[in-house]
């Protein structure tokens, strides 16, 4: 079984139903319900995604989008450690330090799924848009 760290711009395609990304997301949840891969979000994405979605629905129902997103996900802490790492990271965007530290703190992610791949240039894990990582599953 992969593992993956999902960026939350990719859980937010899938759950705002934004085209022409959202049914390439929604193939990847797909696959963490069939169990075929884990998909790991940071606990901070949860903030992020409900502050978005909030914009377009009411809150209770963000709020059972979100329920549902944690019954097919493993929420990835976001510790001191990853937070302090990423305050000394040269990455140029804080929220995307914060996302890739998260990744890096827990054992065993295979990958990172971004729609922003080039923001994670500097990155030791592979790096794959929600395309890539579609392929290396199949």
Known sequence: MRHIFMDTNVVIDFLAGREPFATDAARLFNFAVEGK???YISAVSYNNIYYVLRQSAPGTVVIKLLEGLADITQIADVTGA?????LGSDFKDYEDAVQYHCALAIPGVDFIVTRNTKDFKKSALPVMSPV???SSLV
């Open 82 to 86: 990853v937070i302090r790492q990423s």
């Open 132 to 134: 890539e990582a579609l």
């Open 37 to 39: 891969v884990k998909i």
